[in-house]
């Protein structure tokens, strides 16, 4: 089974990239013949400075090995290594209704948010679509908000095969419901895009005042406090125990402990969740080219794979 999914390198990962995208990429290694990649392509209709996109790529390469990430068991690779994705995505849009994009919600946010209403945002599904299809790839992990993009990227699929017989299999996605949506800081979804982000590895000093920042209501040290859309809560379950989880949420139901040490409980839950990504990360750190050596072989594999399924797109089409 062909698992493949691409994270674009916006910014520094957060805890919303880790839980939504990361952890269940990194669990699906084990499952499959698994295929990672960093979508700078898609990034540049976002980032649009050199120096910035390049430091990003690095930061995610490094935080995402850290995280568990095994160049050993995956192929990761960075989207713009591997060209043929771009052929394929000209020859996709060929058979793209433009009604298709038109009703994708992320240009609509994107620019109602103040982006530049670009071909290459309108377009970027059917990139997303080349990236899957490219791999031949059977299931695709992704946060909730990427569920429409998969949609466009089977539907390109059947118009293709419909016009030039069975060329690509139809991708699946996989969308973990339980942390389906991370909270950020504020409640809201955490998003780059919110201001409202934990990084997955700040410092120590820095998470600290991320976390006693968190938005609270004014509840009383001894009133029970409302456990619904608390973030506190909702980010503690993904990083404790069940058992500390409910002695939490009890603590929450019974009143008697204020936000302040709920809190501090948090702080030192994301902390130790994380503590041995960050030694790791320290030794990725340490070791100058490892990210270049990693990500040069995985585009080597991943290159191996997209000339094979070029061959035949090319041959199916007619460009050869
Ligand atoms: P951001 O919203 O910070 O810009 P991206 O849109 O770049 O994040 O998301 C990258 C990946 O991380 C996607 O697979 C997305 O589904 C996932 N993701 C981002 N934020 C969250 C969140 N709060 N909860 C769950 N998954 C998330
Ligand atoms: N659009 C995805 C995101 O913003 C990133 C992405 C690009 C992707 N190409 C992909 C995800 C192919 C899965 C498969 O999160």
Redesign the pocket.
Known sequence: MRI?????PTGTPHLGNYFG?MKPAIELQEKGDAFYFI?DL?ALTTVQNAAVLRANVRELAVDFLACGLDPARSVFFRQSDVSAVTELSWILSTVTPMGLLERCHSFKDKTARGFAASHGLFAYPVL?AA??LIYDSDL?P??RD?KQ?LEVARDIAVKMNEAYGEIFKLPEPSIREDTAIVPGLDGAKMSKSYNNTIEIFAPENVLKKKIMGIKTDSTPVEAPKPTENSSILGLYKLVASATDYQAMEADFLNGGVGYGDLKKRLFAGVWEYFSAQRSRREEILADADLVDRVLSDGASKARHVTDAVMARVRKAVGLV
């Open positions: 493949l999914s691409g994270i674009q995208m979508a898609h997303m990236d899957i695709v992704v946060g990427q993009h």
